[in-house]
């Protein structure tokens, strides 16, 4: 079974894509596309650029008398939502019988409202990048 990827970039606008998220649920329940339409989420944490550098998370101290201890430094928090790129992966697994059905959802998709602003692509079996999107669909959690 051939599989067809999807990617959507919804740079910093985390409400469009908890819309696409909901929207791609609503129509695997409402379509019976269990299996057929999955999807996963990345988000990329984007690195400071004006020099910061990151708090450690431990560190050792040398103490009098040639002891050491670890002492721990409180880690930076998470970045908030706004501070993180957001990315979407779909990838349709139709049977080969249901062609009709996998061009119709391909091309439905990227016209649909939160996804139509979010610079849809979609990576085809054969393409120069089906193995990086692949691989990069199955290390997502």
């Known amino acids: 079974m051939a599989h067809i990827y999807l990617h959507f970039d919804f740079a910093k606008d985390e409400q469009k894509a908890q819309q696409a998220r909901h929207k791609l649920e609503g129509w695997k329940q409402a379509f019976r596309l269990d299996k057929k339409l999955l999807y996963k989420l990345e988000r990329i944490v984007s690195t400071p650029t004006d020099g910061e550098a990151k708090p450690a998370i431990a560190e050792t101290v040398k103490l009098k008398g040639g002891g050491k201890a ?57 393409d120069a990048g089906f193995e990086s999107t692949e691989r990069q669909f199955e290390d997502l959690a």
């Open 70 to 126: 670890a002492a721990k430094v409180e880690a930076a928090p998470p970045p908030p939502a706004s501070e993180q790129e957001i990315k979407l992966l779909v990838r349709l697994a139709f049977s080969g019988h249901e062609k009709l059905s996998e061009q119709r959802w391909v091309q439905r998709i990227p016209l649909e409202e939160p996804f139509r602003e979010a610079s849809p692509g979609v990576v085809n079996p054969g």
